[in-house]
């Protein structure tokens, strides 16, 4: 079934299809219309979930905690303070290695005020043990949505399902909607590994003594590596039930390629445009969209852009007194390449607060590429375009 | 018969076990014991931090019989509820979801979360253990640390100058089903308030008053003792209040002056005479409220 | 339970959370502590208080449990005479009584009597299982203890008595209104059927000579004080002046009893009060006239409040300092004709009769050095009491007469070691005969310790083991007096770790007791009690003594209340596998020493022993 449905709609349908049943959230500007949306198919009995209305993200957090240590499949949905707020908790189920799902609208954060797309919210969580998953399309969206069940539920841990706001939550698209069964037969219920379960009464998260307490996190690293492997399979099986993949990583016109542009989210579209304009132009551009920041595909990543002169990293965001996130870890994931095959890697700050990313937004940071490769050394490593001089 | 009933009335069975790590005389360990045993088994734990995360022993131990959920701070309420969320998905109706947190936990740090559940009316017993200070941080003040208590925060020189919150009355506005105050003192009316709010759905507040011997300067035996004089000097009055309208007494209430309960605890050692007057006074207007809510309703 | 929790997945060592798999058992707390609680039965005061020697806790623990029939045999094993005592005993048990310091004691002689008062049980003497023989002289109540014990420890006992019936002074000295007859033949029926053959009208040292005892392997010596220390004004003649001891005895032995209508006695003891109230029955006008306060009297309180019920006058602050004597009594028409209503005075209208007695107020004087209150005479203060009979009730002594002139004294009385062994070997004694409070109890309590002598002596004699010899183990409390129970080393109530020492009241805890008034004892009602001679306390029904007896805090000793238990912060009591009492693990207990503080009854003590 075909729909013309927003970003965040896209979410809720996802949510509806997985089968969810237990829902915390609390209201936050782009993310309202998940919650509302998954408010009217709980009112009508579409999904059969509770929905927990929150006084807060940290109670909204807490309570899928709650619940998905109690067998359920959990869900909330959130953006900016709303997740900086929930940011104990994210340690909390992450180290819990517990298999939420959150649906996060990348806003940057305050002050002042902004309501508006930028990356800084969620890679300010990269350290708390979540999977994170970026989407570029509402299509993308609701089979990531589903799939971030299964991944969850899979390595136990949780996933956040991150998309641009406004440019994606509030655009509609067209979306194929599959159908229930089908992703029945994809997700089934849950089985919870460990639970709160009064037949066998154990106790979750005691004190653990430093004995003991480094194998765990270590067990979590594990499981966190098994991720890049167990979303690969997870989005196999997809394409093939539903004739769509995703991958950790996408390469995209990168044959041949001398300068390659590292992207996420919706800017991945609009460098597409760019990168099919230039390539028309007989330029050997190419575009590599990273989906999953965490765990960080690096060996993809590696193996994708060895070779390659100069690799060109458009960040959303900004790590202040360092450079573009994406940027950073993307140098470090290719220092490990030997040095004949190592490409330059040079970062672009770029939209930060939802200021508009344009074709020539993106044509620029490429014309820097190309003057810095001909420069000895970059001036700075994070060069920020679009802004006043 | 002359002797006051009490053993017959509280549950045999036991689902706390010996060799957890309270400290002597501690009086949240003896509620956990009494509470638990009028839950029963069917009965899962959400356990914020609190004195109790580590009474309850290090991985791979616990000394509770019931499945815990060790959580965060402020969380109590909320991941209790989410715990009943999905035994409500699970068709469980049965079992009993316990939010199980300090003074800290419920006065402070998690009120927010407390007060948004009774608001939603979730269907949880939570229980707030109050020994009157932060005691497993080593003893700080909270908001339930009552009027010129010394803690660590509060030097003796400039001992707490603000009175206790009144969580009852709070937890009452919200209109929640059930809420009542009990005593490590009163077992049997502590345990028949657990059976009570156990049968009763949506939101249901116990507050009991926990000794505790290190941060009140107290000597472990007398933790009943402080606990029984609490009560008879209407320091800290037994009392039910149902749909946050109807209160009622639990007992008679002796007015016993609070000098002699005051007087026996060191946290409060450097209290003149005229501070332990106004002491008395404030107990007195206090516990006259609660006789015209019992009398008037709210 | 928590053992048999899921296995987890393990990798490095951990699951994949920390998932808590075991309980905390292996925890051995109990090594934090460096003072231990200890379960350890001590001694109810009511025990320690009764010269008698009864385990009264005990009993009242048993009737708690409504289990009456073996509350009874507790109580026999220690009293031969639970009917008798019920009623006239001043039961010092209950002025020690814990609850006396919470609201009212409880009501012991009550109980006692009541279970007194349950029919019998009959079944055979016991059997005899010594072979030796013991003389008891006197039937008393000493004697009837020292005998029913003897009887009991399996020995052939003979009583001699000099009166045609047995119970000296009880039968005697006790009014009816008091001491019902039948109910004195009760006990002294159950005695004898313990086995003890009483042979009455036999006056040893009489017509019995004191060498014929010869024959029998030891003899116990209860023939009691009736002969009385003097009254000044008894032996100038007046015949109208007269120990109240003898109009007791020959109103007790169906005479009419001779006074006049004004009767005064002096005396402030229970023979004084006992006169006063028979008098009063007899129709005449009795005051009792005693030289200091009504709460220095040492009769029973209640009988003098019971005597003030009926219309005896009484005196406080008043001493005799003289008889008004006249030969012509100034009314003597009138005089004559009430006298005729009564037995004629001996000797006719020509001896001096009485017609009052001078007396003078007294007042209090400051406390003596020894603590002692003292009385001195108020000048100007005297006044007559009109008086047709005096009765004296200030004493009485012992009959040295009849005795072996060989027994040690001490003052009027027989030297004795604890066990009233006096100086001749195999010659024991008790009750009034030894130096002790003239009273019921300690005449009962004197009686069995004299059985306990005398069993050691016969058992050392014939070579056997005995105990060593632990005279304050044998005592409740150390200091009480003996229990035969103790001796005899069968108690049929668990002990558990038993302290000898009478717990102290602030060892209780009152948190746990309701305020409970003692039920009050019925009476007949005043009007009808005064007029003859039925029984004026008529005690409590069955159920109103078990409910007397189940306020009891059975101090000292454990009655399985389970508190201890309740408040353990560490589980680590539990109930004793053999349903009395709780076992303690010591791995597990921090010494908080919650149990102790709250145990009702203080039968826990904290220790340093055993760690």
């Known amino acids: 079934m075909k729909k013309v449905i927003v970003g965040n709609h896209a979410v809720s349908w996802g949510v509806k299809l997985a089968r969810a049943e237990v829902i915390a959230a609390y209201p936050i500007t782009p993310q309202t219309q998940v919650v509302e949306e998954l408010s009217e198919m709980c009112a009508s009995g579409e999904l059969k979930a509770r929905f927990i209305k929150v006084e807060s993200e940290h109670s909204a957090m807490a309570a899928c905690m709650g619940a998905s240590m109690t067998g359920a499949r959990a869900f909330t949905a959130t953006s900016s303070q709303g997740l900086a707020l929930m940011h104990e908790l994210l340690h909390w189920s992450g180290g819990g290695r517990m298999p939420i799902v959150m649906a996060e609208i990348n806003r940057a954060l305050a002050p002042g005020w902004n309501v508006w797309t930028d990356q800084n919210d969620s890679l300010s969580q990269r350290d708390t043990g979540w999977i994170q998953l970026y989407c570029e399309t509402n299509q993308e969206v609701l089979d990531t949505t589903i799939m971030a069940f299964k991944l969850a539920e899979t390595v136990d841990i949780p996933v956040m399902i991150v998309l641009d706001a406004f440019v994606l939550s509030h655009t509609a698209e067209p979306v194929d909607i599959p159908d229930q069964k089908d992703v029945d037969a994809f997700l089934p219920k849950r089985v919870a590994r460990h639970k709160l379960d009064t037949g066998n009464p154990q106790a979750f998260g005691a004190l653990t003594t430093p004995a003991v307490y480094m194998e765990m996190r270590l067990r979590q690293q594990e499981a966190m590596e098994d991720a890049v492997g167990a979303l690969e399979a997870i989005d196999a099986e997809w394409g093939r039930q539903f004739g769509r993949t995703w991958g950790a990583v996408e390469t995209y016109r990168t044959e041949g390629a001398d300068l390659v542009l590292v992207t996420s989210g919706t800017v991945t579209s609009t460098t597409r445009h760019v990168v099919n304009e230039l390539r028309d132009q007989g330029q050997k551009v190419g575009l590599v969209k990273v989906k999953m920041f965490r765990p960080f595909p690096g060996a993809d990543l590696r193996r994708v852009l060895a070779g390659v002169k100069d690799v060109a990293v458009l960040d959303r965001n900004i790590s202040p007194g360092h450079s573009g996130i994406f940027a950073e870890e993307t140098r470090a994931a290719l220092y490990d390449l030997p040095a004949a095959r190592r490409p330059r890697v040079h970062g672009y700050i770029i939209g930060l607060g939802g200021r508009d990313v344009t074709p020539a937004t993106i044509e620029e940071c490429i014309q820097k590429t190309r003057d810095a490769a001909s420069a000895a050394v970059p001036e700075r490593e994070d060069v920020w375009v679009g802004v006043k001089s | 018969m002359s002797q006051i009933p009490v053993s017959e009335l509280i549950p045999r069975d036991e689902l706390m076990t010996s060799g957890h790590l309270a400290c002597p005389g501690c009086g949240g360990s003896l509620a956990m014991r009494l509470v638990l045993k009028a839950l029963g088994p069917k009965t899962i734990m959400s356990l914020p931090a609190c004195c109790w995360t580590i009474v309850a022993g290090p991985y791979p131990q616990s000394s509770l019989g019931v499945p815990v959920f060790h959580t965060a701070f402020e969380t109590a309420a909320s991941t209790a509820a989410g715990i009943r969320a999905a035994l409500d998905m699970a068709g469980d109706t049965e079992t009993t979801v316990l939010a199980w947190a300090g003074d800290g936990g419920t006065f402070d740090i998690g009120l927010q979360a407390l007060s948004g559940a009774a608001e939603r009316n979730e269907d949880i017993l939570y229980v707030c253990y109050d020994n009157e200070a932060y005691m497993n941080t080593g003893i700080q003040r909270s908001s339930s640390t009552p009027w010129g208590a010394w803690t660590t925060t509060t030097p003796a020189g400039t001992p707490k100058s603000h009175p206790k919150k009144d969580l009852l009355a709070i937890l009452a506005s919200h209109g929640i089903p059930y809420g009542a105050t009990a005593s490590v003192a009163f077992p049997a009316d502590l345990v028949a308030k657990v059976q009570k709010a156990k049968a009763i759905r949506g939101t249901r507040f116990l507050h009991v008053l926990a000794p505790c011997p290190p941060g009140w300067r107290s000597s472990d035996e007398e933790t009943i003792d402080l606990a029984r004089q609490a009560v008879h000097t209407r320091v800290f009055p037994l009392i039910e209040v149902e749909d946050g309208q109807r209160w009622k007494f639990s007992i008679e209430h002796p007015a016993e002056p609070v000098e002699g309960y005051i007087r026996r605890q060191g946290r409060f050692r450097h209290l003149t005479d005229e501070q332990i007057r106004h002491i008395q006074a404030e107990t007195d207007a206090r516990f006259a409220r609660l006789e015209k809510r019992v009398k008037f309703g709210t | ?611």
């Open chain 3, 1 to 611: 339970m928590s053992e048999g929790r899921a296995t987890v997945e393990i990798a490095h060592g951990v699951p994949t959370i920390a998932v808590s798999t075991s309980s905390t058992l292996p925890n051995r707390t109990g090594s934090w502590k460096y003072i231990q609680p200890v379960y350890q039965d001590k001694t109810a005061p009511c025990n320690a208080a009764c010269p008698v020697g009864i385990d009264i806790e005990g009993v009242m623990n048993l009737l708690r449990l409504d289990r009456v029939e073996e509350a009874r045999e507790l109580l026999l094993r220690e009293n031969p005479m639970p009917a008798t005592a019920g009623r006239i005993c001043d039961h010092a048990c209950q002025g020690s009584c814990s609850r006396a310091r919470f609201d009212e004691a409880v009501s012991i002689h009550a109980v006692e009597r009541m279970l007194g008062d349950l029919p019998g049980v009959t079944r055979p003497a016991p059997p005899r299982t010594r072979k030796e023989h013991v003389a008891v002289v006197g039937s008393g109540p000493s004697g009837l203890a020292c005998g029913y014990h003897l009887a009991r420890l399996g020995y052939a006992v003979t009583m001699f008595e000099a009166d045609p019936e047995p119970g000296g002074w009880l039968r005697f000295g006790v009014p009816e209104y008091r001491l019902p007859r039948p109910v004195l033949v009760r006990e002294i029926e159950r005695i004898r059927a313990e086995g003890v053959s009483i042979q009455c009208g036999v006056r040893v040292g009489v017509n019995l000579p004191w060498e014929d005892l010869s024959r029998f392997d030891a003899v116990f010596l209860g023939s009691g004080a009736r002969a009385r220390e003097s009254f000044e004004w008894e032996d100038q003649g007046l015949t109208d002046v007269r120990p109240g001891e003898d109009f007791l005895h020959e109103v007790r032995a169906g005479q009419r009893g001779r006074t006049g209508r004004r009767v005064v006695i002096v005396g402030g003891s229970d023979t004084a009060v006992d006169c006063a109230r028979t008098a009063l029955r007899l129709g005449a006008e009795p005051v009792v006239l005693f030289a200091g306060a009504r709460e220095e009297m040492t009769a029973d309180a209640e009988a003098v409040e019971e005597a003030l019920r009926e219309g005896v006058r009484f005196e406080f602050f008043a001493r005799v300092v003289g008889m008004q004597v006249s030969e012509h009594a100034d009314d003597e028409q009138a005089l004559e004709a009430i006298r005729g209503m009564f037995d004629a005075p001996e000797g006719g209208a020509t001896r001096p009769r009485i017609v009052g007695v001078a007396c003078v107020r007294m007042q209090p004087a400051q406390i003596a050095v020894d603590g002692s209150r003292r009385t001195v005479s108020i000048p100007g203060s005297s006044f007559v009491l009109p008086a047709d009979t005096v009765l004296t009730a200030v004493g009485a002594e012992v009959a040295g007469d009849v005795l072996p002139a060989d027994l040690h004294r001490r003052g009027y009385v027989l030297k004795v070691d604890a066990f009233g062994q006096t100086s001749r070997p195999g010659f024991f004694a008790g009750g009034d005969l030894v130096d002790e409070p003239r009273t019921l109890a300690h005449a009962l309590g004197s009686g069995k310790r004299a059985a306990i002598g005398i069993d050691r002596w016969l058992r050392t004699r014939a070579g056997e083991a005995v105990p060593a010899l632990d005279e304050p183990a044998l005592r409740y409390g150390g200091s009480g007096n003996m229990s035969i129970t103790r001796w005899r080393g069968d108690d049929p109530v668990r002990r558990v770790n038993e302290l000898n020492e009478v717990v102290a009241f602030d060892q209780l805890n009152m948190a746990y007791f309701r305020h409970e008034p003692s039920m009050p004892d019925h009476h007949r009602a005043p009007g009808e009690s005064g007029a003859d001679f039925g029984e004026s306390n008529l005690g409590l029904s069955r159920d109103e003594a078990l409910a007397e007896a189940k306020r009891c805090f059975n101090c000292g000793v454990c009655n399985d209340c389970e508190l201890c238990m309740v408040y353990c912060p560490d589980v680590a009591i539990k109930k004793h596998p053999s349903g009395h009492g709780f076992s303690l693990s010591y791995k597990y207990c921090k010494g908080c020493g919650l149990c102790v503080e709250e145990c009702p009854r203080g039968a826990m003590t904290m220790t340093r022993e055993g760690l």
